[in-house]
């Protein structure tokens, strides 16, 4: 059993910034790629960031150049640090790891207004 628990979301105003954490915990003897995916009201699940054991990353367009995905293969987190955020970075941001599957967490909401 696997479990994966994020934490960070909230209310930001236009321009700021966010940091999100995810930390898997249970019957894990390696983890393989960790990541970041969101979605907002009305639209399908999207990758945001992914990360492999190894360090090689990947961005949806949108984010790149804003976002930054790392991870700490000791401790089994990875966080992502949103910057420069937008009204449509606004959604609930999912935590999904590789363990033989796919698992994933509950979900955070990221709400970007003034």
């Known amino acids: 059993q696997v479990q994966l628990v994020e934490s960070g979301g909230g209310l930001v105003q236009p321009g700021g910034s966010l940091r999100l954490s995810c930390t898997a915990s249970g019957s894990i003897f390696s983890v393989n790629t960790m990541g970041w995916y969101r979605q907002a009201p009305g639209k399908q699940r999207e990758l945001v960031a992914r990360?492999?054991?190894?360090?090689?990353?990947n961005y949806a367009d949108s984010v790149k150049g804003r976002f930054t995905i790392s991870r700490d293969n000791a401790k089994n987190t990875v966080d992502l640090q949103m910057n420069s955020l937008k009204a449509e970075d606004t959604a609930v941001y999912y935590c999904?790891?590789?363990?033989?599957?796919?698992?994933w967490g509950k979900g955070t909401l990221v709400t970007v207004s003034s």
């Open positions: 990360i492999t054991s190894g360090g090689s990353t």
């Open positions: 999904n790891a590789f363990i033989a599957r796919n698992y």
